[in-house]
């Protein structure tokens, strides 16, 4: 690497340089993700360039396709920021229990049940209460609903050692069938006769959308509950001991860590965030539960999470680029001829090359900021 | 009532005919998965391949006309499919689980891309074996009508629960599953077996997927697979790393996947879809009956991160 290109030994000799130092290894600790994921997605697209360039397709022309139907108009942008939102959520889903260590797959479930619930709960609100109210209970319900799914999880792995992975992806199966189930049966609105749905919401009880802008609050939500799971994971007591177990969970219990209470704590937050994800999509989007709801978010949000090596603030971005490659689709379909599966094929390409790319990390001495400090042997 | 119709014994009729129709994939996943993990690695991405294969065999069959070389054709895929995912795991720091979850949308994204042209034209099926001719009822005709590759299924959980104890790659598989260490010992290269381990898996995987777009439902469309791929992975613990178990396991999932149809077809629609859900729920019990958060699972292989 060019670590001797930029030897601190050549700047600790200039007087002035070691009031740098600090700002050097604050760049070097920070730089590393950053430069191994940019240069992760330039592979992964190189790769995927060479797959479409072998069904002799433009891979420049797809790129700009990409951006058009992403970002390249205020309309696209748009689009793209409402897809955001639940993948924002989603991801949360991923990214909490994963600083514990834990890989829980199954925000899709959280997601349609908190629909579900949010949808079954403002039916009888709606009469009685004003928008307000019935969106705040519908939020907590959505909530509960998906932090419980969750949270069991997180219980069944402490308490009964059964692997989260899988039975996070179970309860999704069963999840789906129970949506199905009560949306044909007892919460079926009799006026949906093609596509079985909850009852819809009144106009006025939806949520709407930012001023000037064609997105729903959720968003906002969304963002505002990314920030707080930063803070909560890097600022807290909790998140402290969270991260601790999530590193070596013998250490964490022989400082008397409740670990058990940290999982489950931990994983019911991150259900809760699915579960509100469903109730956004039913009262900002759909407006009514139904199987809509199981469209994919939980699944691409693992994606999102796995991208920001689960940090909440990264996964802004992330989510917002996923969001816009998302909305591209229809627009590569329409202008190259090319499926509509274009997406997830160049989504598993990335997705591939960039964990591919967690082998690199600390391998390089340029990111270490004991080089920078000078104190190199 | 018609004198073909065999009223209530078509509930129990139907199961058994669902749990050999439905259970073949289950089958050839979970053994693949059986063969990966016990070499000690988890490869979540099954289902990708399992689709790939599905789209890979219908479309060679299309084009060739044989759905044999479909399934070859498959096979092959598969393996290329098992062999990245053995690659990319064996350098440090990669999760296996997680590159699983990739190599799934890796999996669905090329076999949705690639098989796009192959959703109108229709291939030729795998062929089956009538062995209910005795019977002059049709029901039984029907149920009875198995597909070969059920046949080769069951004769492969014979020979691998043999190969695994009594042959030198078996053993070898083994030792690698339970201890990296020994195996290095033993001058063994443990991601060598654990690569040839995962092609294996994914080839077997593949030839799940081949009977779906092949034999039943035998057509090629994206919602080709309910996911089976996944919940092999599930199955093989269930069915403790042991391929006899497997495919008991197996047709028990396809059993009770029959369940909702066919009762069903009796009149009993109450709670259709929550039959629907029985093999994810029956799963579930088992894993938590019988797991413990004191102990690894009674026959794992001691390499696997699942269980750790």
């Known amino acids: ?377 | 009532m018609s004198e073909t119709d065999i009223g209530l014994w078509g509930v129990p009729l139907a199961i058994i005919a669902g749990a050999i129709r439905v259970s073949t994939p289950f089958i050839f996943v979970s053994l693949g998965e059986a063969i990966t993990e016990r070499s000690g690695r988890i490869n979540l991405g099954l289902e990708g391949t399992l689709v790939f294969g599905a789209m890979t065999a219908y479309a060679v069959a299309v084009l060739t006309g044989s759905p044999w070389l479909g399934v070859l054709a498959a096979m092959g895929a598969g393996a290329v499919f098992g062999l990245i995912h053995g690659f990319i795991c064996r350098f440090p720091r990669v999760n296996d689980i997680a590159i699983g979850i990739a190599m799934m949308q890796f999996g669905l994204g090329f076999a949705f891309f690639l098989g796009k042209p192959f959703i109108q034209p229709s291939a030729p099926k795998l062929p089956s074996i009538p062995l209910g001719n005795w019977s002059s009822y049709p029901q039984v005709q029907a149920a009875l009508n198995i597909n070969v590759l059920f046949f080769v299924g069951f004769l492969l959980a014979l020979f691998l629960y043999w190969a695994f104890r009594n042959t030198r790659p078996g053993l070898i598989l083994r030792v690698v599953g339970d201890s990296t260490d020994a195996a290095r010992a033993m001058g063994i290269n443990p991601d060598r077996v654990r690569l040839l381990a995962t092609a294996l898996g994914g080839a077997l995987a593949a030839v799940g997927g081949a009977y779906l777009s092949l034999y039943y439902p035998g057509s090629w469309n994206e919602g080709i697979s309910s996911g089976q791929g996944l919940m092999a992975v599930a199955l093989v613990i269930f069915a403790r790393w042991n391929p006899i178990n497997c495919f008991l396991a197996a047709l028990l999932f396809g059993g009770t996947g029959a369940l909702g149809p066919a009762l069903q077809s009796v009149g009993v629609t109450q709670g259709y879809y929550l039959f629907y859900a029985a093999p994810y729920v029956l799963t579930l019990a088992i894993l938590i009956a019988t797991s413990s958060p004191h102990r690894a699972l009674s026959g794992a292989p001691g390499e696997l991160s699942l269980t750790k």
Request: with cysteine; aromatic share 8%; proline share 6%.
């Open chain 1, 1 to 377: 690497m060019t670590v001797e290109a930029n030897n601190p030994a050549l700047l600790a000799g200039s007087g002035g340089a070691a009031s740098f130092r600090p700002a050097l290894e604050w760049l070097a600790r920070r730089a590393e993700p950053v430069v191994i994921g940019l240069a992760a997605i330039v592979t992964g697209l190189a790769l995927f360039s060479i797959f479409i360039l072998a069904i002799g397709k433009s891979p420049l022309a797809l790129f700009q396709i990409m951006y058009t139907g992403g970002f390249g108009s205020w309309f696209s942008i748009q689009n793209s920021l409402s897809r955001a939102a639940p993948l924002l959520l989603t991801a949360l889903c991923v990214a909490l229990p994963a600083r514990l260590g834990l890989v829980i797959i199954g925000g899709e479930g959280a997601l349609v049940l908190g629909g579900v619930a949010a949808a079954a709960i403002a039916t009888p609100l709606t009469g009685l209460l004003p928008p307000y109210p019935t969106l705040v209970a519908m939020a907590l319900a959505s909530m509960v609903v998906g932090g419980v799914w969750i949270g069991a999880v997180g219980f069944l792995r402490h308490y009964r050692g059964v692997n989260e992975t899988i039975s996070s992806l179970l309860l999704s199966y069963i999840a789906i069938a129970l949506m199905n189930q009560l949306v044909e049966g007892p919460l079926r609105d009799p006026a949906s006769l093609n596509k079985p749905s909850t009852l819809p919401l009144p106009p006025e009880y939806m949520i709407g959308a930012i001023p000037g802008m064609d997105v729903h609050w959720g968003l906002v939500i969304a963002i505002i509950a990314c920030i707080l799971s930063y803070v909560l994971i890097e600022a807290t007591r909790f998140g402290f001991a969270a991260r601790m177990a999530g590193g070596n969970v013998r250490a964490a219990q022989i400082q008397g860590l409740p670990v058990g209470r940290l999982i489950v704590g931990f994983t019911a937050i991150a259900g809760s965030f699915a579960g509100l994800a469903g109730m956004l999509e039913v009262a900002a989007v759909q407006g009514s539960a139904n199987a809509s709801l199981a469209a994919g978010y939980g699944y691409t949000g693992i994606l999102v999470a796995f991208l920001a090596r689960h940090n909440p603030l990264a996964i802004i971005p992330i989510a917002i680029l996923l969001g816009g490659l998302e909305a591209s689709g229809g627009l590569i379909q329409r202008r190259m001829g090319l499926p509509d599966a274009t997406v997830v094929a160049l989504q598993g390409t990335l997705f591939i090359v960039i964990l591919f790319c967690e082998t690199f990390y600390g391998r390089f001495k340029v990111f270490n900021p004991d080089v920078w400090k000078g104190t190199r042997a």
